[in-house]
C-alpha cells in the first residue's frame, strides 16, 4: 500500500506533515458543513476550522455573521420587551416582561418536579399496600391504579408532539402517493386540482366540528392511548397540512427529466420499479420540501384544534391559562408561545437534515 511519503517520493517533513494533518482537519469540518447548518448549527463551522488551524480573520467574520448578528438581533428584542412591556396594560394587568416570564418557566418546572415526587410516592405507595396484602395471604387484591394527576407541562409539550406526528404521519401516507399519481397522469391532476384548490384554504376551525361528529359516531370504544381528543385534533391536521406535500410532489415528479421515464419504457420497467427507482430519487428534493412545509403547518394548526378539542397538549393549556385568568396567566401564555416557536423551530431544523441526509440538495 503507498504511503504520502512514497507519493511525494520523499520523506514528508514535520511542518509538511503537520500541513497534511491540518488539510485533513479541514476537508471533515468542510463534509460536516452541510448537516451542521441543515439543524442550525452552521455557526460551529468557524469555531472548528480556527480550531483546526485556519484563517482566523475570516473564519471570524463568518461567526460574527452567523452567531454574533443573531444574537444581537435577539438580545434588541428582549431590550425593547422589557421596556415596552410594562406600558401596555390588559385586564389582567401590565404585559409581563422577560424577568416576569422566565419566573414563570421556573414555576412550570417546579410543578413538574412536584408532581413527579407525587407520582412516585403515589405508586411507592401502592406497592407497599400490595406487599402487605401478599403478606396477609389476600393477593387476590392486590393492583396498581394509574396516576391522575393534572398533566404537567413537559407532558403537555409531548402531547401535542405525538399528536402532530400522527397527523404528520397520516397526511403523508395520503398525500405522497396522490402526488405521485398526480404528476404522472395529466388525467388525474385535472381530476384532482379542483378538489385541491377547494379545501387547500379551509381552516382548521371549519373542519373541527366535522371531524369531531363524525370521529365520536365511529371511534367508540376509545382507548386510553389514543383518546378522541387526540384522534379528533390528529385528523384536522391532516387535513390541513397534506395539502402542501402533495402539490410538491405532483410538481417534482412532473418536473423529472423525460429520458428518465423513456429509460423506464425502453428497459420494459413495472411501474412500482419506474416509481421507487426513477421518480421518487428526482423528486426526493420537492417532495422534502413538501413535508417541510406540511409539518410548519401542522404544528401551526394544532394549537386551534387542541383548544376545541381539549386535546390536553399545548393547545390546551393555552385556553386554560386564559380561561383561569390570574395574575400569571399572561405569562404563562407567552412562556406557551415561546415554547410553540422554538419547538416549530427545532421541527423544521429535523426535516432540513434529513432532507439533506436523502437528497443531493443542500438545505440552508
Known sequence: MSTASDFMGHELSADERKVLKREKRLARITRATGPLTAIGLGWSVPLAKIAAGDDARSNLQALWKGLGVPLIGILGFLIVWATLAPQVQTSLGSVPGPVQVWEQVESLYGDYQRTQADKAAFYERQEI???KLIEAGHADRVGIRDYTGAPTYPEQIFTSLKTVFLGFLLATIIAVPLG???GLSS??????NPLIQIFKPVSPLAWLPIVT???SALYVNASDALPKSMVVSAITVTLCSLWPTLINTALGVASIDKDLVNVGKVLQLPTSKTITKLVLPSAMPLIFTGLRLSLGVGWMVLIAAEMLAQNPGLGKFVWD???NGSSDSLARIIVAVITI????FILD????ALQSAFTFSSTR
Open 180 to 182: 405521485i399519481a398526480c
Open 213 to 215: 361528529m363524525i370521529v
Open 129 to 131: 399496600r400490595n406487599q
Open 187 to 192: 388525467t388525474i391532476n385535472g381530476a384532482l
Open 341 to 344: 416557536g422554538i419547538v416549530g
Open 321 to 323: 391559562e386564559f380561561q
Open 349 to 352: 431544523r429535523i426535516m432540513a
